[in-house]
Structures are given as C-alpha cells and as structure tokens.
C-alpha cells in the first residue's frame, strides 16, 4: 500500500480498534470510544 502524510484520527483514549483493508485497497479503521462506534475510511484522493 502507498501511504500519504500521516493523519490524526482522533486525540483521545479509545477502547478498541479494528483495522483492514478491502480486496480493493481502501482502508478502513473501526474504534470504540466511550461506546461510541467511529468509523474512518483511506482511500485514494480522486484525480
């Protein structure tokens, strides 16, 4: 996978995270913060 610069998700304590990328190389990261469910999606910038 090509990496761009490097992103903050969130600054703050979480309880669980889930990371995996698809067949088709987007990323995705799942988190549990205070019972709260974020999801984030890394996909390419469109051209």
Known sequence: MQW???VVLEAKT?????LDFAPNGVGYVA?????????YTFDKPSN
């Open 4 to 6: 761009g610069e490097a």
């Open 14 to 18: 979480i309880d669980d995270i889930y």
């Open 31 to 39: 988190t549990d913060a205070d019972g709260r469910i974020q999801l």
